[in-house]
């Protein structure tokens, strides 16, 4: 689409009930990053109430017509996607903004290749919009939807605004709060989480609940309902405070093991845990409807009453076939189905599995099959194929999720953003118990397959040539296992992860994953870099199979102001509570390199990591960690996706953690060093 121009959804596509816009955008250094906002406007142009600005604070529509999806690594680098349920928008509503907005001094102008796309509820992208002139501004309005005639349409905008979010909010009668207020402020007292027990609220203060587990409005004294009002909308984030810890166990001794609502001690043999954790997810999708909505959201499930079925038997030819489950959507008199097809452990899905489900569900009129397993999918690298019968006019969508969604999923609501219920709040710890108990087979991706130890073994005795088919194995399993502790690591702080593609990313993802393949023949390397929001930098991973070493490293630039040696010493400074073999390299203009040293030897002369005279001007700090790597291809501690895992929690919690994000310039980008 052209800037400006716009266009009725449904010539696009028939399948436009719910759909997903998308804001991509590609960051050079691997460091930038924006965050989306959705403006719900009257017929007068402004909200109807603050509750109608969607942001990173209020992610959610009540009424299920928007939900903030959150980001997710693509080829061309970040993707921040909305679902909006059009059958749910409310009539007073006519058009819904969707911009983003940069934090502190960042433009637009240092992202590259801004995106808007649009995609119906099978998945299918039926337009793109490409915003060319973002140069000094804050915040954008990539497009917005509106009503014509009973229509939706939806106009490329591109419109830039200098202030930031809270200008372009203010903009449509937004009243923004901008002071950064503590959770606490935010209505009341902090919950502890609670079993099934817990008292319910006192009777002044109940909710009534409906059946899609949005609380109705408040009963005032003569039976009128009034809406309570919403708070100040804030755009600084909310403080983020953990449950608190269990109290003293009753227990007599250390033996005895609590009651679990969904126990794993009983699964002994790999159908057991397939059928055990399909009825534990789906079971609990249906009961918790804000992680029910989140998990199919983004499959282009509506908004509203979810029924899950397990172990169906669904005619198909001679031989029934049976699903591990079903999940159903209901709203306004219309379902929304999709088949789901479970594997646990390291089984593999079956391509003639899946292929069945799509026959059925196509000629049923379902709408989606989701694959589980713990495999994570790669864009341009799907786990199975199938074959699509064009003849069909009813078109269903193949998704997948990984177990370490689920678990990232489930993380975030309960111990980072919270649920409305304590109910609900016990059902999603029961369930993050059984996903990460060592019996439930639900540990993602935990092989990095037959390719790896003959690939070892040829970078050893140099025998491995450029294009062979097990070096690409081996990297689609490398960036399988980032993308996995992203969502790890992402889950248990309750910040972005993701990988940094940088502006390599459009090229086409079989072709670079082909040149990477060539450069681990070559090179005896894999590399990765980790975005990790609150940190200075990009996290490196350098995995050299040459020497069985992991580095793990970080470039932190030099601050604008200030003297080399009060760099230096603040640096050691804030490294106090750091390992003592932790390495630091300064970057100097050009490509000569800086002094370096440990942590070890450093601490008591930081003067040391000042170049001598004629040495180049300093423009940051590589800080680095060395660890052995894991020989086995498995999930054991000794193997290598333990090994890779440890060193980045490692690297986070004893050095990322504690240094400063400074308002600098950026070093220049720099290959990782080599491992050795």
């Not at 390599?504 to 082909?514: A, I, N, Q, T």
Request: overall charge negative.
């Amino acid at each position: 689409m052209m800037k400006g121009s716009n266009v009725t959804l449904s010539a696009l596509s028939e399948n436009v009930g719910s759909v997903v816009v998308s804001l991509g955008w590609v960051s050079p250094t691997g460091e930038g990053d924006a965050d989306v906002s959705v403006v719900l406007l009257g017929s007068g142009g402004k909200v109807r109430d603050d509750s109608d600005f969607y942001f990173y604070n209020n992610p959610v529509a009540a009424d299920g017509s928007v939900q903030l999806l959150g980001k997710a690594p693509t080829e061309a680098g970040d993707e921040d996607r909305i679902g909006f349920d059009l059958t749910a928008v409310p009539e007073d509503v006519d058009r819904m903004v969707v911009a983003a907005s940069r934090y502190r001094d960042a433009r637009f102008g240092e992202l590259e290749n801004l995106t808007v796309t649009l995609t119906d509820a099978v998945g299918d992208p039926v337009l793109r919009f490409t915003i060319e002139d973002a140069d000094t501004v804050s915040a954008v309005i990539f497009g917005e939807l509106y009503r014509r005639s009973g229509e939706w349409k939806f106009r490329a905008v591109g419109q830039g605004y200098a202030d930031g979010l809270a200008g372009l909010a203010t903009d449509f009668g937004v009243d923004i709060d901008d002071d950064a207020v503590p959770q606490e402020a935010l209505g009341g007292p902090e919950e502890e989480p609670a079993g099934p027990d817990a008292p319910e609220p006192a009777d002044g203060d109940a909710a009534v609940p409906n059946p899609d587990g949005v609380p109705a409005p408040r009963p005032t004294a003569d039976g009128a309902s009034t809406r309570r009002p919403a708070a100040r909308p804030r755009t600084a984030k909310k403080k983020i405070t953990l449950p608190k810890a269990a109290g003293k166990s009753l227990a007599e001794n250390d033996s005895w093991r609590e009651a679990r609502l969904f126990p794993v001690t009983a699964l002994k043999s790999d159908r057991d845990r397939e059928t055990r954790a399909t009825s534990v997810l789906l079971s609990v999708m249906a009961q918790v409807p804000e992680f029910g909505r989140r998990l199919t959201a983004g499959f282009g499930a509506p908004a509203g009453r979810m029924e899950t079925y397990a172990e169906v038997s669904l005619p198909h030819g001679d031989t029934p076939r049976r699903p591990d489950g079903v999940v159903r959507v209901e709203r306004a008199g219309k379902l929304w189905t999709a088949l789901v097809e479970t594997k646990t452990n390291g089984n593999a899905l079956k391509a003639d599995q899946v292929q069945a489900y799509m026959d059925i569900a196509a000629r049923r009129g379902y709408e989606a099959v989701i694959t589980l397993s713990n495999d994570v999918a790669l864009e341009g690298s799907p786990l199975v194929d199938v074959k699509v019968d064009g003849r069909r006019k009813h078109k269903v969508a193949l998704r997948h999720l990984s177990w370490a969604e689920v678990t990232q999923q489930a993380q975030m609501l309960i111990r980072h953003e919270g649920v409305g219920n304590r109910a609900h709040a016990w059902l999603l710890e029961e369930l993050l118990h059984y996903l990460q108990h060592e019996n439930s087979g639900c540990h993602g991706f935990q092989n990095m397959g037959p390719a790896w130890v003959p690939v070892r073994n040829g970078i050893d005795d140099e025998t491995l040539c450029q294009g062979d088919p097990r070096a690409l194995d081996v990297v689609e399993s490398w960036e399988r296992l980032i993308r996995q502790v992203c969502l790890g690591l992402g889950g248990e702080l309750g910040q972005k992860v993701l990988p940094v593609r940088g502006s390599r990313g459009g090229r086409d993802p079989r072709e670079r994953r082909s040149l990477l393949a060539d450069q681990l023949c070559l090179q005896g390397r894999l590399q990765a870099e980790l975005r990790i929001e609150g940190t200075p930098g990009v996290l490196a991973v350098v995995a050299d199979l040459r020497t069985g070493r992991l580095r793990t490293s970080m470039d932190i630039p030099a601050p604008d102001q200030g003297y080399p040696l009060s760099w230096a010493k603040r640096l050691v400074r804030s490294l106090a509570e750091a390992p003592a073999d932790l390495h630091i390299e300064t970057l100097v203009e050009g490509d000569s390199a800086g002094p370096r040293g440990t942590l070890e030897r450093l601490r008591p002369e930081p003067a040391d990591l000042l170049p001598k005279a004629g040495g180049g001007a300093i423009t940051g700090f590589r800080v680095s960690l060395l660890k052995g790597m894991g020989s086995g291809r498995g999930n054991a501690e000794t193997g290598f996706i333990r090994s890779v895992d440890d060193a980045v929690r490692r690297f986070y919690g004893s050095v990322a953690v504690n240094l400063d994000r400074p308002t600098a310039r950026r070093a220049p980008a720099r290959p990782p060093v080599p491992v050795g």
